[in-house]
């Protein structure tokens, strides 16, 4: 073998190390910065059984809504999306496939940005409502990024944040995790 290749092969290898190595270093750290939030910090995430404020949304069909009115009669489920994403796109699909396995026991709500456009709502799905975010609600939920999963009992205190659909069902009841599609 050449000594150019095995030269350019070596000089590949410590570039990936130090590149891998370098992100890893980041994220790492941005881990750690979320886990030591500072609880009364406005700009932390919202912790366990922290109560919601009672925010109203407009509808997809101009229809004014609140959380209250959502989660009145069974613990509610929030996708917060940006439809534009493609990732967002993905776990909007599967939120839908979930709302049609354990819809009739949570009210599964998706929340896109108003400038969104409705194609990439599946036709497909158990959702007790599609509503428009603004700003005050995406401050006081205090969302960091798309796509954000929020679990509220009916008294909209905070159950839980999962990381995507396919966790839900750790926070079921007992009875409902066996319905679910993942």
Same mark, same amino acid.
């Given at each position: 073998?050449?000594? #150019?290749?095995?030269v !350019?092969?070596? +000089?590949?290898? *410590?570039?990936?190390?130090? %590149?891998?190595?370098?992100?890893?270093?980041?994220?790492?750290?941005h +881990?750690n910065?979320?886990?030591?939030?500072?609880?009364?910090?406005?700009?932390?995430?919202?912790?366990?059984?922290? +109560?919601?404020?009672?925010?109203?949304?407009?509808t997809i069909?101009n /229809?004014?809504v609140?959380?209250? $009115?959502l989660?009145?009669e069974?613990? @509610?489920?929030? @996708?917060?999306?940006?439809?534009?994403c493609?990732v *967002?796109?993905?776990? !909007?699909q599967?939120?839908a496939?979930? #709302?049609?396995a354990?819809?009739?026991? %949570?009210?599964? &709500?998706? &929340?896109?940005?108003p400038n969104?456009?409705?194609?990439?709502i599946? $036709?497909?799905?158990?959702?007790g $409502? !599609?509503?428009?975010?603004?700003?005050?609600f995406l401050?006081?939920?205090? &969302? /960091?990024?798309?796509?954000?999963?929020? @679990?509220?009992?009916?008294?909209?205190?905070l159950v839980?944040t999962p990381?995507?659909?396919? /966790?839900?069902?750790?926070?079921?009841m007992?009875?409902h995790?066996?319905?679910?599609?993942f």
């Amino acid at each position: 073998m050449d000594i #150019s290749i095995l030269v !350019i092969l070596f +000089i590949s290898t *410590c570039a990936i190390f130090y %590149y891998t190595s370098v992100v890893r270093n980041k994220f790492n750290t941005h +881990i750690n910065n979320m886990i030591h939030l500072n609880v009364n910090d406005p700009t932390a995430s919202l912790t366990h059984d922290h +109560i919601v404020p009672n925010l109203t949304l407009k509808t997809i069909h101009n /229809k004014t809504v609140s959380l209250a $009115e959502l989660a009145s009669e069974k613990p @509610l489920f929030l @996708l917060i999306a940006n439809t534009q994403c493609g990732v *967002c796109s993905l776990d !909007i699909q599967d939120f839908a496939t979930e #709302s049609l396995a354990v819809g009739h026991f %949570y009210n599964f &709500v998706l &929340v896109i940005d108003p400038n969104s456009t409705n194609d990439m709502i599946p $036709e497909n799905h158990n959702f007790g $409502e !599609i509503l428009y975010s603004n700003e005050q609600f995406l401050k006081d939920l205090r &969302v /960091k990024l798309f796509p954000s999963f929020y @679990l509220l009992n009916m008294d909209l205190s905070l159950v839980a944040t999962p990381p995507m659909t396919n /966790k839900f069902n750790q926070y079921y009841m007992e009875e409902h995790r066996q319905m679910s599609a993942f």
